[in-house]
Nanobody, 114 residues
Framework: VQLQASGGGLVQPGGSLRLTCAVS????????MGWYRQVSGKERELVAS???????NYIDSVKGRFSISRNNPKTMVYLQMNSLKVEDTAVYYC?????????WGQGTLVTVSS
C-alpha cells in the first residue's frame, strides 16, 4: 500500500486548505483512514479518522473546523481544513490501516501565518 499526500502550503489565519491523500496498491481490506499531524519536538497526534463504515472521529481542537472524507474505493482520503489557526501549523500525514498493519504517507507541511 502506497500513500501520497499533497495540498499543504502557507495560508493566513482564518483561511482554508484541502489535503489530499492518494492510496494505491492493495487497498482491499482497508478499515481506517486518517490524518495525523506533528510539530517539531512533539509527538504525532491523530487529527481525524474515518472508518470503513463512515464513522468519523476528530480531536477536540479541530471539531467544527475540519472535515475528513474519502471516496468509496478508498483510494482517496481528504481533509478539508477551514478557519485555520496558527496552532494548526504542522506536518500532516495520512495513514491507513489494512489487515492490522499501518501504512503512512509522506508528510505535507501546513503553515498558518500572517
Amino acid at each position: 500500500v502506497q500513500l501520497q499526500a499533497s495540498g499543504g502550503g502557507l495560508v493566513q489565519p482564518g483561511g482554508s486548505l484541502r489535503l489530499t491523500c492518494a492510496v494505491s496498491g492493495s487497498i482491499f481490506g482497508i478499515s481506517i483512514m486518517g490524518w495525523y499531524r506533528q510539530v517539531s519536538g512533539k509527538e504525532r497526534e491523530l487529527v481525524a479518522s474515518i472508518t470503513s463504515a463512515g464513522r468519523q472521529n476528530y480531536i477536540d481542537s479541530v471539531k467544527g473546523r475540519f472535515s475528513i472524507s474519502r471516496n468509496n474505493p478508498k483510494t482517496m482520503v481528504y481533509l478539508q481544513m477551514n478557519s485555520l489557526k496558527v496552532e494548526d501549523t504542522a506536518v500532516y500525514y495520512c495513514k491507513v490501516v489494512r489487515t492490522h498493519r499501518e501504512y503512512w504517507g509522506q508528510g505535507t507541511l501546513v503553515t498558518v501565518s500572517s
